[in-house]
């Protein structure tokens, strides 16, 4: 069963501060997702990483992958308060039948003036 | 540009009711999938579909079916709804299985009393 594990799962810091989000899972895989949910909305795509060693930057965001390490990190740098959000990381594992995303419990991540 | 589109946005049920959710894609995407999200959770996936004519299990199929009418739909349906299946609902599509990100729609959130 593919488990996956963001830390941490709630954080708050202020504007200004650079911060690090973790995404381990337990079963190989090279297909790793980032996505943003704001309050009571939908989920918006930020990341798609294929391959080990892929690194995608948007804005204040990068992401990264490790397959080797089953981690990927997704770093906020100069954080602004319209980047609070919660943020999930989920893995497509096709290894085993099923299909579909498995997802991480989410960040939620406030970011104070 | 509607992407997925759910309806309905909201509902209240009572236990041992029934229901069909219904999901839309305008993207002409193969594989659709549907969600559910429960706080604190990240998405679970219930069902999916690759491709148009095929149906397959999800982590949490019980107490659901699905149908994909055509390529551009595909419903859920609870037949004698419960308690435990009040939660936030999410189809998704894709152009295919894996690699591409999955666009969800904006969700329909279900009250079982």
């Known amino acids: 069963e593919l488990k996956v594990e963001q830390n941490p799962l709630f954080l708050s810091m202020q504007e200004g501060k650079n911060y690090t989000i973790y995404c381990n899972y337990s079963?190989?895989?090279?297909?790793l997702y980032w996505y943003r949910q704001d309050p009571g909305k939908s989920l918006e795509s930020l990341f798609v990483?294929?391959?080990?060693?892929a690194v995608k930057q948007e804005g204040r965001l990068m992401a990264s992958l490790d397959t080797k390490a089953r981690l990927s990190t997704l770093h906020i740098t100069a954080a602004v308060h319209d980047l609070s959000a919660t943020y999930f990381c989920a893995v497509d594992y096709t290894g085993g039948g099923a299909d579909g995303l498995t997802f991480g419990k989410g960040t939620h991540l406030i970011i104070q003036p | 540009n509607a992407g997925v589109t759910q309806t309905p946005k909201f509902q209240v049920l009572k236990t041992g009711q029934s229901m069909t959710l219904q999901c839309a894609q305008d993207m002409n995407h193969n594989s659709m999938y549907w969600y559910r999200q429960d706080p604190g959770m990240g998405l679970r996936l219930i069902y999916y579909?690759?491709?148009?004519?095929?149906?397959d299990k999800g982590e949490v199929p019980n107490g659901y079916n699905v149908s994909r009418l055509n390529k551009r739909e595909f419903s859920l349906r609870l037949e004698s709804a419960a308690p435990s299946q009040t939660s936030v609902y999410f189809c998704?599509?894709?152009?295919?299985?894996?690699?591409?990100?999955?666009?969800f729609g904006d969700g329909t959130r279900l009250s079982i009393l």
């Open positions: 998704a599509s894709s152009r295919n299985r894996g690699i591409q990100p999955q666009h």
């Open positions: 079963t190989t895989s090279d297909r």
């Open positions: 579909s690759a491709s148009e004519g095929t149906t």
């Open positions: 990483l294929l391959s080990n060693g």
